[in-house]
Nanobody
Framework: QVQLVESGGGLVQAGGSLRLSCAASGRTVNSNAMGWFRRAPGKERDFVAALNWSGMMKTYADSVKGRFTISRDNAKSTVYLEMNSLKPEDTAVYYC?????????????????WGRGTQVTVSS
């Protein structure tokens, strides 16, 4: 089993920055792709960013490309999401997920383990 715990969410003004962390415990996820998803109020969960097992290959949703950066530190079993130039439409609960595959995926169906989420609120 894998446990994922997100942290780093909070309230920030538009244009500000936040750094989310996702700490994994239990079975190692160093061979697994990892992803970030988000669910805005009243909306479905959407893909945000993902990276492969080594962190060398990454993919982003068009809405966050150029503003968000995903990274991982396998020595710490931690995945990060650096979020810059935040907009009110980025307000959501952000979830970290571990894939069953080593290559990244944009589909939530390819992720077996999920954290409970961390709230990000961007004020205008």
């Amino acid at each position: 089993q894998v446990q994922l715990v997100e942290s780093g969410g909070g309230l920030v003004q538009a244009g500000g920055s936040l750094r989310l962390s996702c700490a994994a415990s239990g079975r190692t996820v160093n061979s697994n792709a990892m992803g970030w998803f988000r669910r805005a109020p009243g909306k479905e969960r959407d893909f945000v960013a993902a990276l492969n097992w080594s962190g060398m290959m990454k993919t982003y949703a068009d809405s966050v490309k150029g503003r968000f950066t995903i990274s991982r530190d396998n020595a710490k079993s931690t995945v990060y999401l650096e979020m810059n130039s935040l907009k009110p439409e980025d307000t959501a609960v952000y979830y970290c997920a571990a894939s069953q595959f080593s290559s990244y995926s944009r589909s939530s169906n390819d992720y077996d383990y999920w954290g409970r989420g961390t709230q990000v609120t961007v004020s205008s």
